[in-house]
């Protein structure tokens, strides 16, 4: 599936230099301007959780590369690739370009998402800077 760069929190990382780090390991730039947008909670079927962040950046610096964690697409946002992402994308990435405010719970049995709720704006109970 097509997806934007991420991963865990690092001991001592707050979100945003988490979301930093990753763009930077996976993509070899550096964002600028990162600001907080959204939060999300996803639950499965078989129990696995993830507790998600999502930040929007203004610009950044350096030259995407592809790496063995990412190959960088660039679509016009008339043509975003939904069918080609996770159902959940579709509904909280037009708010996150939008600049949206977010929080969003998304239940998930493999692959397909059973349920989901939204709320906006959303009050983020993160690292806002």
């Given amino acids: 599936k097509i997806n934007g760069p991420g991963g865990r929190l690092e001991p001592g990382e707050t979100p945003r230099q988490a979301a930093i780090r990753e763009v930077q390991e996976e993509l070899h730039i550096t964002p600028r301007g990162v600001r907080a947008v959204g939060e999300m909670r996803f639950q499965f079927h078989d129990g696995f959780a993830i507790h998600g962040y999502v930040f929007r950046a203004g610009a950044y610096t350096g030259t995407p ?45 493999g692959d397909r998402l059973r349920e989901h709720r939204i709320e906006t704006p959303a009050r983020l109970a993160f690292d806002l800077h």
């Fill in 65 to 109: 590369t592809e790496t063995a964690e990412a190959c960088p697409i660039w679509t016009p946002l008339a043509r975003i690739p939904y069918s080609r992402m996770w159902a959940d994308d579709r509904l909280w990435m037009p708010l996150m370009l939008a600049r949206q405010s977010f929080s969003g719970h998304f239940l998930f049995e």
